[in-house]
Nanobody, 123 residues
């Protein structure tokens, strides 16, 4: 049973910072890709940032220069450092991962979502 567990959300004032964490657990052979998405009320879920197993990153234009995605693959964990937060960053943030599950003799790739963590930026 694979799980993605997010933490670090909360209420912060405009201009403030938060750091989200997402830890993957279960029968994980390797990590191929991890990302953060967000969904604001009444809007579609959108990609915030992604990172590959080789460390290549990509960001939504709206967060470039303010957010940084990083990983600690030894701990199956991805982080999202969010600085200079704005009210429009308010959303539920979801962790997403493409994982190789199983063993060296029998493995397959699957996609997983976390349960989401609320980020609210307000004065």
């Amino acid at each position: 049973q694979v799980q993605l567990v997010e933490s670090g959300g909360g209420l912060v004032q405009p201009g403030g910072s938060l750091r989200l964490s997402c830890a993957a657990s279960g029968n994980i052979f390797s990590i191929k890709h991890m990302a953060w998405y967000r969904q604001a009320p009444g809007k579609q879920r959108e990609l915030v940032a992604g990172i590959t197993s080789r460390g290549s990153t990509n960001y939504a234009d709206s967060v470039k220069g303010r957010f940084t995605i990083s990983t600690e693959y030894a701990r199956n964990t991805v982080y999202l450092q969010m600085n200079s937060l704005k009210p429009e960053d308010t959303a539920v943030y979801y962790c997403y991962a493409i994982l190789t599950i199983g063993t060296i003799l029998s493995r397959s790739d699957s996609a997983y979502w976390g349960q989401g963590t609320q980020v609210t930026v307000s004065s």
